[in-house]
């Protein structure tokens, strides 16, 4: 057979390095127990960490307003499907976050390309560290800046590259909790280094909002940080918020200049209006319950203190992401297989997801566990760990 593309020797390859990706198969709704294949599992895996991709309210959101304005949007935001639902969420979350304005993008992946493509250009540079998400290192990339990369939350390693750099415009970017590793940018010294260096500071929060900060507002509301400190704020709404699509918040000039040039924002039809409406059940049920964020971060000590009483060895993070380091990929699917074969979906992550050697267990907590729950995979980890 013909292989124009060298489709085989690649797919091979990944197989022979155990990096290969294979989907699972959901038969039923996120929540802490799911069905895969006709079986329960306890979930450990989703990012839905308030437990709300399944709840009443959100759902009821979703049904009624499908009733009132269809499925589809119809259209891109500036040409007519650019609902009510839509800018009362943008209002909401504006206030929420405490920005001037925000404004919906498609998905998190789309909002961090469009604001970084529609912020910078050739005579600029970016400043990403090492362990961002993919999308916005593309982002970067894509940008056609001056693109570099910092060591982990290593700020003098930053400051060096700020300090040489004679580039037009500078712009920070970090994730404010970096997703396979859990931890939290130093984003108070961040914001410090920028205003030294007038840089602009972006932060991706799509592990922060809604479950960080005294009112869940994020990483802006845990540090404390107003839209001069902090201007580029990006935050999702398919994880903490269990619905689906992204914002970015800042100043007025902000917003408006996403509305004009982000080519992400511009060119695709806006997401579903009932999907808005869910995402504005799930931030009221954020603003005003916040049992649910205790609930996880009990959650969050209970396991902490349970692994570290067995000699796990956890990565420093005080979020919902708590990693199991394990190093090679053969053996981190062999521990993910075996947890599995317990009732437990936990999924190894690996390269180029994250650095080579450094194959994980990425285990996620939710408001929807409960502590026994939490104990089983405890109890599970120690008879297959160790
Ligand atoms: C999931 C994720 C995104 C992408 O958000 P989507 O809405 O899923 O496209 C962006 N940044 C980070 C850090 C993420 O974890």
Do not use: W
């Not at 609902?83 to 998905?107: I, K, M």
């Not at 992401?321 to 990929?329: A, D, E, R, T, Y």
């Amino acid at each position: 057979m013909s292989d124009p593309f060298k489709l085989t020797a690649a797919l091979d390859e990944r197989k022979s390095n155990h990096l290969y990706r294979q989907r699972r198969i959901l038969e039923s709704a996120q929540g802490a127990e799911v069905i895969v294949d006709g079986k329960p599992y306890l979930n450990f895996c989703s990012n839905d960490y308030l437990g709300l991709a399944n709840h009443p309210d959100v759902i009821a959101a979703f049904t009624s307003s499908a009733n009132d304005f269809g499925v589809g949007s119809g259209a891109s935001h500036l040409v007519c499907g650019h609902s009510s639902l839509h800018h009362q969420l943008e209002e909401e979350l504006a206030d929420f976050v405490g920005r001037d304005r925000a404004v919906l993008f498609s998905t998190g992946y789309m909002a961090n390309l469009g604001v970084v493509n529609a912020l910078m250009g050739k005579q600029d540079a970016v400043f990403e560290d090492k362990l961002n998400h993919a999308s916005l290192l593309d982002a970067g990339l894509l940008s056609g800046a001056r693109f570099q990369r910092f060591l982990h939350n290593d700020l003098d390693n930053l400051e060096s590259r700020l300090k040489k750099s004679t580039d037009n415009k500078k712009l920070i970017v970090v994730d404010s909790v970096f997703s396979m590793d859990g931890d939290l940018a130093p984003l108070d010294n961040l914001a410090a280094l920028a205003k030294k260096y007038n840089a602009g500071l972006m932060a991706d929060d799509a592990h922060g909002f809604g479950v960080l900060g005294n009112a869940g507002a994020g990483c802006a509301d845990h540090f404390n940080l107003d839209q001069q400190q902090l201007p580029v704020l990006m935050g999702t709404l398919g994880k903490g918020l269990g619905s689906f699509g992204a914002f970015v918040a800042g100043s007025e000039d902000l917003a408006e200049t996403l509305i004009q040039f982000s080519r992400s924002y511009i060119y695709t039809t806006a997401l579903p209006p009932a999907v808005a409406a869910a995402s504005l059940a799930s931030l009221k049920i954020v603003r005003e319950d916040a049992d649910r964020r205790q609930h996880l971060y009990s959650l969050i000590t209970h396991f902490r203190q349970g692994a570290e009483q067995l000699g796990l060895e956890l990565m420093p993070s005080i979020t919902a992401i708590q990693p199991l380091m394990i190093g090679s990929n053969e053996k981190a699917i062999a521990i993910s297989d075996a947890l599995l074969e317990k009732g437990f979906l936990i999924s190894a992550i690996r390269p180029p997801t994250v650095p080579a050697n450094s194959a994980r267990l990425r285990i996620t907590l939710s408001a929807a566990h409960s502590e026994d729950q939490v104990d089983s995979l405890l109890k599970a980890l120690a008879e297959v760990m160790l």
